[in-house]
């Protein structure tokens, strides 16, 4: 069964670096997804993605995110200028058709030093 | 804004006993439901999910109820095992965004 790829699966960085989360989409899905999950807390809308362009984007995803998709394949997330609230279980999500249904990866742990 | 409230936040259950979970939603535009199963180290896998037309549906040994009234909806584990023991969300989905629950922790005892 295909299945959404991401990595790093475990991330540690320094406060203040810039950071890459990489993501390899269901190859036939159109819609992307970021979530992120701090430890002990639910799941939380980030950004989606349709067209080369944002759909939509929580209070959360602030200047200091972007998504990209550089290629036919990938699709990144980055945190510019990393902060200590940033460390938690950030997650990939596609779909072939706007919502239904999403289909998840593993998951990045971003560990913010 | 908590959107989507979900309970109970554990639950222990013998082996072939029902599970239930319960969430409820405070936006009435919301149009999709589905529940998703996560063990540790992984991420939320798609269980079942529902549409607010439908009240109740069934797959294998998990069905969702829905009550569009009371803007609530359920999930009931039959014959629960215990490879069912992982977290469940519900989740309630607008414009391509899914707004979760907190999450239930089950743990099926043999």
């Known amino acids: 069964e295909p299945e959404v790829t991401q990595t790093p699966s475990h991330q540690v960085t320094q406060m203040g670096q810039e950071v890459i989360l990489r993501c390899v989409p269901i190859?036939?899905?159109?819609?992307f997804y970021w979530y992120r999950q701090i430890l002990g807390q639910k799941v939380e809308f980030l950004v989606s993605?349709?067209?080369?362009?944002?759909?939509?984007k929580s209070e959360i995803f602030d200047d200091q995110f972007s998504v990209e998709r550089p290629d036919g394949s990938n699709f990144t997330l980055k945190i510019r200028s990393t902060k200590l609230e940033d460390s938690a279980m950030y997650f990939c999500?596609?779909?072939?058709?706007?919502?239904?249904?999403?289909?998840f990866g593993d998951g990045t742990r971003l560990s913010i030093l | 804004q908590q959107q989507v409230k979900q309970s109970p936040q554990s639950l222990i259950v013998q082996k072939g006993g029902i599970s239930i979970i319960n969430c409820a939603y405070e936006?009435?535009?919301?149009?999709?439901f589905p529940w998703y199963q996560q063990f540790p180290g992984k991420g939320p896998a798609l269980l079942i999910a529902?549409?607010?037309?439908?009240s109740e549906k069934k797959e294998g040994r998990f069905t969702i109820s829905f009550n569009k009234s009371a803007k609530q909806f359920s999930l009931h584990i039959m014959d629960s095992q215990p490879g069912d023991s992982a977290t469940y969300f519900c989740?309630?989905?607008?414009?391509?965004?899914?707004?979760f629950g907190a999450g239930t922790t089950v743990t099926v005892r043999a």
């Open positions: 529902i549409r607010p037309d439908v």
């Open positions: 989740a309630a989905s607008i414009n391509y965004k899914l707004s």
């Open positions: 190859s036939n899905h159109l819609y």
């Open positions: 936006n009435t535009a919301f149009d999709y």
């Open positions: 999500a596609s779909s072939t058709r706007g919502v239904e249904p999403q289909h």
């Open positions: 993605f349709y067209n080369n362009e944002i759909s939509e």
